[in-house]
């Protein structure tokens, strides 16, 4: 969140921007703050939008799946997703609804510690009890393409040193092994940003 509000921050034009699967709002609450003259968000769990609502008072908020969103095309400046996407068993719907609700030329960002290469992760669905969306970083580059989007690049981010202390390493679901929360550590979270092209390619 502070790596891609930094980043953001840096935007002209900040008018409109969604959240999917915006959990508690603290990420809407922020854009607010920087500049954003509208924030939206979408979750699955109405305690979480109720959340999110005090969080965020200003946000529009819904609840609901974010491979259907409620709302016209064309209606976002930037669309974002943080540790959300993979939990939805139709990540290429949902990408195409990003495309959908997004004004031409604007910009998606999805960030997630969850993904293929990183190796770490890879007991997260048994800690969870239910299957989640893996795929490596290239699947999630090309799926972003096939949802419309180009000018897509894809980085990771590397927790802080002073954040990532591997002494605090305790036994878990997430991490049943040292080795497991230092591949995590190192590999880092992914982040892919592409944009809805500013006029239709010709047939
Ligand atoms: C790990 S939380 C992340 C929340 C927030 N983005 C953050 O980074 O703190 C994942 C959120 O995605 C929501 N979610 C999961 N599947 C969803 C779906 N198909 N449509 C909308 N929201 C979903 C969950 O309810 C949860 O609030």
């Given at each position: 969140m502070t790596a891609l509000l930094a980043e953001l921050?840096?935007?002209?034009?900040?008018s409109a921007l969604l959240d999917l699967?915006?959990?508690?709002?603290s990420f809407l609450a922020q854009a607010a703050a920087s500049g954003f003259s509208r924030t939206c968000g979408i979750d699955a769990s109405p305690k979480m939008v109720e959340t999110a609502q005090n969080t965020a008072p200003e946000a529009e908020l819904q609840v609901g799946n974010f491979a259907h969103l409620p709302w016209p095309a064309a209606s976002f400046d930037n669309v974002t997703t943080m540790e959300a996407i993979y939990y939805c068993p139709e990540p290429l719907a949902a990408l195409k609804e990003v495309a959908r609700v997004l004004k031409t030329g604007g910009r998606f960002d999805l960030v997630i510690?969850?993904?293929?290469?990183?190796?770490?992760?890879?007991s997260w669905p048994e800690g969870l009890g239910f299957e989640i969306t893996s795929l490596s970083a290239t699947q999630w580059v090309d799926l972003l393409a096939q949802a419309g989007l180009e000018k897509i690049s894809n980085r990771r981010i590397i927790r802080p040193q002073q954040e990532a202390d591997p002494a605090s390493w305790k036994p878990s679901v997430w991490f049943p092994t040292e080795d497991s929360y230092l591949a995590y550590l190192e590999d880092g979270a992914l982040w892919l940003t592409g944009y809805l092209p500013s006029s239709v390619p010709n047939q």
């Open positions: 921050a840096g935007e002209t034009n900040k699967g915006c959990g508690t709002g510690d969850y993904y293929q290469d990183s190796s770490g992760t890879s």
